[in-house]
């Protein structure tokens, strides 16, 4: 979504922001993180060189920053994702949240193809409708993250006929 709000092939389109990204750039710095915060997102300016772990606290700590930038359909549209993986990144999960995320996933998923086109509508983006089947089957995001081992991705070496981190 950052694409399609902040890139110049979209800019006069009804989602874009390019023309606020100063604005959502500075705000966004001056953001509050958690202490637990290991990596400090980069610039949003170069969000595009963002890892997952930056992006995903851009998503859980910085929809706020958008809330008068966006227009209000598509804040509203962003905060579906947000609660969604809220929820899915608890410690516990009540039944009743992969219900909410079930319908929220779906509903995001549906809205988004009609606010940013069918065009617009790919593979991960579908892949959210299923983030309720996914903490049904393995529990909360947390439990089987990736974000732990981003920094070791390119150091790998061979010793022998076995691949070593």
């Not at 706020?64 to 579906?80: A, G």
């Not at 990144?89 to 998923?109: A, S």
């Not at 892949?127 to 974000?147: E, K, R």
Request: glycine fraction near 4%; charge should be positive; proline fraction near 4%.
């Amino acid at each position: 979504m950052c694409r399609l709000w902040f890139e110049q092939e979209y800019q006069y389109e009804d989602w874009s922001i390019r023309d606020r990204l100063d604005e959502v750039h500075l705000t966004f710095r001056g953001l509050r993180l958690p202490s637990t915060t290991s990596r400090i997102p980069w610039s949003l300016k170069l969000y595009s060189k963002f890892k997952a772990n930056e992006m995903r606290i851009l998503l859980l700590f910085g929809p706020t920053i958008f809330k008068n930038v966006l227009r209000k359909k598509y804040y509203t549209h962003l905060l579906k994702l947000v609660v969604m993986m809220y929820l899915s990144e608890n410690r516990k999960i009540d039944p009743l949240y992969i219900d909410i995320t079930n319908r929220l996933g779906k509903n995001f998923v549906l809205t988004f193809s009609k606010l940013y086109t069918p065009r617009h509508c790919v593979q991960v983006v579908h892949s959210v409708a299923h983030i309720s089947d996914t903490i049904y089957d393995f529990g909360p995001l947390h439990t089987f993250t990736t974000f732990n081992f981003e920094n070791q991705l390119g150091k790998t070496s061979f010793k022998g006929n076995n691949l070593f981190l």
